[in-house]
């Protein structure tokens, strides 16, 4: 993969993010997903590569575009698979919240897991704790380490959390510890990511979220020098059969970065909600500002793109 896809992928979340903001806080969380589906999807058809959707919408029967298996792409290129997310954290737009985003990871045919629609027990970390967390251990003994490795006191570390019934115990551990904690309400990949970025005020990501975003948010934090493991949450057979399914074979197995995603790997994030990590679309007269972040893990480039968008002058855009 020597071309470098994600610049051209950008263009990609960019359209997804446009099109989704438009219903940010107007309690339509489907409007608000379809917006986001139809604009990536047509926008994927204008780059020219053979990819595969290895993380998407859902299963076939579940989501008629973006699903799990679909041929995207204008051909003509590299075949390339995709894990995707048109607007993650949907309730989060549907309701004004902070931190929805368009993604796109990019990676080489098989490098990532085909990872089932499941729950996965994630840790991430950004550059300064890479090596220090390890699944096997309690959140007690992780911020310990965690905190050794960036030369501060737990009580300096802020971990954030989702705000769900089943971290109940979870979060009196991590209370207990000393660290301060952020209760998010939705949207783990931007969490993730944050860990790595300097001055966003988060140093741990911990808890349980979707399983297909921990691999979108690995490749992330691939590109950037972190560090992230996860391990399937089953709730019953019928998930286990799925997971066998899509590959899975070992159900049991704690996953590390580099087996999420494997190989050259390229992300791409455009905000559509105000967040930590990117700001949200603004709408002015005529046209928009996006703000992106476009990364490569052969290089660890990480760059971040603040675009105006006149709609005159976009096709898509005129009535």
């Known amino acids: 993969m020597d071309r470098n896809f994600a610049m051209e992928f950008v263009r990609v979340t960019e ?24 604009a990536m999807r047509k926008m994927l058809a204008s780059v020219s590569f053979e990819g595969t959707v290895v993380i998407g919408e859902g299963e076939r029967d579940e989501a008629p575009m973006l699903y799990i298996g679909e041929r995207v792409g204008g051909g003509g290129g590299p075949k390339l698979d995709l894990a995707l997310d048109p607007l993650e954290g949907t309730t989060i737009c549907a309701r004004g919240g902070n931190n929805s985003l368009s993604v796109i990871a990019i990676a080489e045919e098989g490098g990532f897991l085909h990872a089932p629609d499941v729950y996965m027990e994630k840790i991430a970390v950004g550059p300064g704790a890479r090596g220090a967390i390890d699944l096997s251990l309690s959140a007690s003994e992780n911020l310990k380490r965690v905190a050794e490795a960036k030369g501060c006191r737990i009580e300096d570390l802020t971990v954030t959390i989702l705000d769900r019934p089943r ?15 952020w209760l998010m309400g939705d949207g783990d990949v931007s969490a993730a990511i944050a860990t790595c970025k300097e001055g966003s005020g988060v140093d741990v990501l911990m808890g349980s979220g979707g399983a297909p975003e ?7 934090l691939r590109c950037m020098g972190g560090d992230f493991a996860g391990r399937l949450i089953f709730r019953n057979d019928d998930e286990r059969t799925r997971a066998r ?38 709408y002015f007269r005529g046209g928009a500002r996006t703000h992106s972040v476009v990364m490569r893990s052969e290089t660890r480039t990480v760059r971040w793109i603040e675009a105006e968008h006149y709609f005159e002058s976009k096709p898509q855009f005129r009535d």
């Open 214 to 220: 921990g691999v979108i948010a690995a490749a992330a």
């Open 15 to 38: 359209m997804a993010a446009l099109a989704s903001a438009r219903l940010m806080g107007r309690g339509d969380e489907r409007a608000a997903d379809h917006a986001a589906v139809e």
């Open 167 to 181: 971290h109940e115990a979870l979060i009196r551990e991590v209370r207990a510890t000393g660290a301060r904690i």
């Open 245 to 282: 399914r899509m590959g899975v074979s070992d159900l049991d197995r704690t996953y590390r970065i580099d087996e999420l995603a494997r190989g050259k790997v390229m992300f791409c994030a455009t905000g559509v909600t105000q967040g930590a990590l990117l700001n949200g679309v603004r």
